[in-house]
């Protein structure tokens, strides 16, 4: 059974989710933030286990959970290597157009940097990617700034159907280049599309407008920055600062 958690809670959907969840030996849920995760858990939290949710996965303070996870440092966790969804997408594969892909973040939204800033970081990327260029949005970014994104940097965005790991199935692509902020996508996408170059943006403290979003704070998303500084696989550039 599958019950989407966004949107209106809906207690009738979730009693007859609860009846179906009793018989399951394991639930999975993909956000730790949903009320439907939350009441859950107050009832048959021992089959509980959450799948990675963005920087979630690394920042969340609560440990008394299973995560099904590819972060070696999370507590609690069963490993997830994305060995089957690469057999799938190697099965799939054929030549194809070679793409650059930036993935983008709510970052301007949750006032963490200005809109002036995030421009800055979409025109280097735009200029620095070598092969055809596609957006992918966050799914919290605005209609409104995606339109200026749009307009002002003649921006092709495309909102995916599916998770970013099968943007090459989704898409009929050729994933060449990844870039982006501080989004753990990198950490993914990598253990799946060996041939893919990855770029990450030093989004340094310097930069920032709010040091504490949503509980979210600094340490937080430098946390994430020593990860992928120490990724072999993952080129961090250090331009966010001259932007």
Known sequence: IFLRSTGIFKFSLFFIFLIEAFKANRIFFGDSNSYVYKATKKIISYKLILLDDGSSSLIDKNKNHKRFSIFENNENKQSNSFKNLKKFIISKNKIKNPHSVIVGQNIVELGIASKEKYLRFLNHALKTANYTKIYIPHRYELDSNLNIYK?????????????????????????????????????????????????????????????????????????????????????????????
């Open 151 to 243: 307009e002002e940097l003649g921006l092709k965005i495309i909102e995916l159907r599916l998770p970013i790991e099968l943007i090459e199935y989704e898409l009929d692509i050729e994933l060449k280049e990844v870039y982006s902020l501080y989004s753990t996508a990198v950490f993914s996408l990598k253990n799946i599309y060996d041939q893919t170059s990855l770029y990450s943006y030093n989004l340094r403290k310097e930069n920032l407008l709010n040091y504490n979003v949503r509980g979210n704070t600094v340490s937080d998303i430098e946390k994430i920055y020593k990860l992928i500084e120490a990724d072999t696989k993952i080129k961090l550039i250090e331009l966010w600062i001259n932007l």
